[in-house]
Structure formats: structure tokens, C-alpha cells
């Protein structure tokens, strides 16, 4: 029989795969609309269904297997015919509904027509028989056939995939145009954040706080005090200057002074970098009235005042936390070409660039494209740096954008052969 095939050419085999692809095209693309419907009448009647399916095209197989007996392998009699036919049938209709997934999430359109779908369903499981042949060129060539066209559907796949910058761009809500960058010199990013936020190279994070407190806690003998009432300053270090004033040296943490008034002991404490002599100036002016804890603490304001104590904050903003950032983000609080509500300082130096300033830090408005922007920047910013910085925004890239955004939230794994699919499309061609 392999001879005799031999003699006549390749064109038995061609019409045995052929066959083969016409069957299953004919089959699966009649039959998934009853499986479809049968689903609603329940489990045994899908059951059914789909067992007759089978029978059918395990049916149609293996007449065309019979057409050519000796141009595949197990055709050589009825029982492996049929075991062709169910290798073909059930690798083919496998491919065939993994293939409809990819292509439908690449977008490329099969499922919309069946003048597209229906060849390409034939050509599949023409493919599949190939495979089977005994010629080994031709068995190679549908191999080699099939491996292309699921590449160049992998690769479509990749293509429709949302990057890394779409799902992180999804997950936190943040329009693409809205993502803006800036370059300053002695800066870098903090990464994350949602916006371009840049802080100085020199920033210390672990920083004290330049914030002074003021407690007033119940007596006792001087130096002594429980170790761990986080009020104080961590320490051991303490000098007694006279009865009912001592000093506390938590360097580098915190400083602190403890007065004596009445039956009530007054502590302050400050950073490190605070001068001692004004910290003890201060802290002999320290009284209670209504219950509230008052001192005269130059150069600061009382923030917030309460019985469990008062914080004083520097009368010089561009001493506290945060006071050299400088970032850039969407317009947010005011109408196109509008001063945001509550702006000390509000002044047009182009019709693309306005200046703003605040209580607790200052901005440029930019205007580009018909949208505006924002570069802000901490009190303690000179204008010019931000100025310059608001010349040099512009729209960002890729990279940036995903240095900028937050990971997605984590979400349950998915373990599908869809999510396995994508992945390896991603690997490939990303």
C-alpha cells in the first residue's frame, strides 16, 4: 500500500487530510450550536448531545481515513482507523476551541465571519491529520505549518495584551495624558507615588521631627521617670541643673527639658538640632491654665493644643518634613485658566505659566495642549528651581510612567490554560 502511494504521487494523501478537514469543520461548526442549546436542558441532555457529536465525528473520520488506508499511521485497519480518527477528532477539536479563545482576545476577527472561521477550522484539522502522515516530509511540513500559525497567533495575543503601563494605569484610575515628568538637578524619584514625586539626594528619611512638645506630666523625683513613656526621650543621660530642672540628652533622637511647677512636672522636648539654652528659656516660661500645657517657644506656634499635650510646629515652613519635594500632577481644585481657591499669591507670567502660592507650599500652572498641570513644590523650593522645572515638564514615558504607578493589587492566581496561554505569549514576544 506505501508503495503503491508512492506511485501515485502525494495526492492520496493530500485528499485523505483534506477529507479530514472538511469533516471536522463540518462537524464542530454544526454541532457546537446544539451543544450550546443543550446546556439549558440540563447535564444529561448536554451529555448526550455531546456524546453524539462524537459518535458523528469520530464517524466522519474515520470514512476519510479509509480513503487512503496506507498514507497515515493506524489506518492500516478498522480498529486503528478509529483510533486515528479519535487522535484527529479530539487533538483537533482541542486546538479548535483554544484557537477561537486566542483569536477572539487578539481581536483578529475569525469568529465574526464564517467565510473566515470555517476554512480556518478546516485547515486545522487538516493540519492535525498531516501530522499523522506516513511521509515524513509531509508530516514535518503540517508540524512546521502549526507551530507557525500558533506563533503568529501567540504574537497577535501579545499585541492585544494590556502592557504593564495599561494595568497599572487601570488599577489606580489615573488618565495616561495626566502622567508628566520633570528633571531637577540634586534630585531623584520616589517611586510609586501615583504623580512624579521628586525629594533632594541629601534628604535624610530617618530625619527627627522638627516638631517641639510640651507635656505636662505628674511629679516626681528629678531624673527618674518610667523608661518607657514614649513622652520622654529615650535615654539614660540626665543632668539635674538644680532641684526641679533637669536636662535629657536623647541624641539624635530627642532633646529634652523637665520643670518643676507646683506638683506638676512640665517636660519639653525638641530635636536634637535644637539650640539648649533656648530650649531651657522655653521651658521655664511653661505654665498650665484650664488644664492646657503653654510655653514661649521662639520662632514656633502652638499647632495643637490638648490635656495630653501641646505641639508646636516652626514658624519657618521650610523646616518641616517634606519642605524640598517637588512634583508634578493633573490640575486639581480650580477651572481651566483659574486661580485655585485659597492661593496667597496668584500671578500670570505667560498665558501658558501661572505662579501660586500657598500657606504650606507653592505651585506652577502649565498649560500645554489644552490641558494644565501642576508642578508643586514645598515651601521650602526656590521659585526659580520650580520655574525651571515647570519649562522642563513633559509627557512620560513608558518606564517612567511604570516607576511613577503602584503594582497593581494582587489578585487570586489564575490558573487556567487561557492565563497559562498568555504568559507564554508575553514571554515570547513582549
Known amino acids: 500500500m506505501v508503495h503503491m502511494g508512492e506511485r501515485h504521487g502525494v495526492g492520496p494523501a493530500l485528499a485523505q487530510v483534506s477529507l479530514a478537514g472538511v469533516a471536522g469543520a463540518l462537524v464542530v461548526s454544526c454541532g457546537i450550536g446544539p451543544v450550546v442549546v443543550s446546556l439549558f436542558g440540563g447535564p444529561v441532555v448536554a451529555v448526550v448531545v455531546g456524546g453524539v457529536l462524537v ?8 470514512a476519510a481515513a479509509s480513503v487512503a488506508p496506507g498514507e497515515s499511521w493506524l489506518t492500516g485497519n478498522v480498529g486503528g482507523r478509529v483510533c486515528w480518527a479519535l487522535l484527529v477528532g479530539g487533538a483537533g477539536t482541542g486546538a479548535w ?12 476577527g475569525l469568529s465574526e465571519s464564517p467565510w473566515l472561521w470555517w476554512p480556518a477550522t478546516a485547515l486545522l484539522f487538516a493540519l492535525v491529520a498531516g501530522v ?9 511540513t503540517s508540524f512546521a505549518v502549526l507551530v507557525a500559525v500558533a506563533l503568529l497567533m501567540l504574537r497577535a495575543l501579545a499585541g492585544a495584551l494590556p502592557s504593564d503601563v ?12 495626566s502622567m508628566m515628568v520633570t528633571a531637577v538637578p540634586g534630585y531623584h524619584l520616589v517611586p510609586a507615588q501615583g504623580v512624579w514625586h521628586l525629594v533632594p539626594d541629601d534628604l535624610d528619611p530617618n530625619a527627627p521631627s522638627p516638631d517641639v512638645s510640651l507635656h505636662a506630666l505628674p511629679d516626681g523625683p528629678d ?12 535615654t539614660d543621660r540626665c543632668e539635674v541643673e538644680r532641684p526641679g530642672l533637669f536636662f535629657l540628652d536623647g541624641t539624635p533622637v530627642r532633646i529634652g527639658y523637665a520643670h518643676r511647677v507646683g506638683t506638676t512636672r512640665l517636660l519639653l522636648t525638641a530635636p536634637p538640632s535644637f539650640d539648649r539654652a533656648v530650649l531651657r528659656e522655653a521651658v521655664l516660661t ?29 514658624d519657618d515652613r ?39 502660592r500657598f500657606t504650606d507650599g507653592q505651585m506652577y500652572v502649565r498649560t500645554e495642549g489644552g490641558r494644565e498641570f501642576e508642578i508643586r513644590g514645598g515651601p521650602g523650593v526656590d521659585r526659580e528651581v520650580l520655574r525651571t522645572a515647570a519649562l522642563a515638564a513633559r509627557s512620560a514615558t513608558d518606564e517612567e510612567a511604570l516607576a511613577m504607578l503602584p503594582p497593581p493589587p494582587p489578585s487570586p492566581p489564575d490558573r487556567s490554560l487561557m492565563a497559562s496561554v498568555r504568559t507564554l505569549s508575553r514571554t515570547l514576544f513582549n
Request: hydrophobic share 40%.
Open 223 to 234: 531624673c527618674r521617670f518610667e523608661p518607657h513613656d514614649s513622652r520622654y526621650p529615650f
Open 286 to 314: 511653661a505654665r498650665v491654665t484650664d488644664g492646657v500645657a503653654t510655653a514661649v517657644v521662639p520662632g514656633y506656634s502652638a499647632g495643637s493644643a490638648s490635656p495630653q499635650g501641646t505641639h508646636f510646629t516652626p
Open 55 to 62: 459518535v458523528v465525528l469520530v464517524a466522519a473520520l474515520t
Open 318 to 356: 521650610s523646616l518641616l518634613p517634606g519642605a524640598r519635594y517637588v512634583s508634578v500632577g493633573p490640575r486639581l481644585g480650580a477651572g481651566f485658566g483659574e486661580c485655585t481657591f485659597g492661593a496667597q499669591v496668584c500671578e500670570t507670567e505667560s498665558p501658558a505659566l501661572r505662579y501660586e
Open 132 to 140: 499523522l502522515l506516513r511521509r515524513w516530509y509531509l508530516a514535518l
Open 166 to 177: 495599561e494595568q497599572r494605569l487601570a488599577a489606580s484610575q489615573v488618565p495616561r495624558t
Open 97 to 108: 476551541l483554544l484557537a477561537w479563545s486566542v483569536s477572539d482576545e487578539a481581536r483578529l
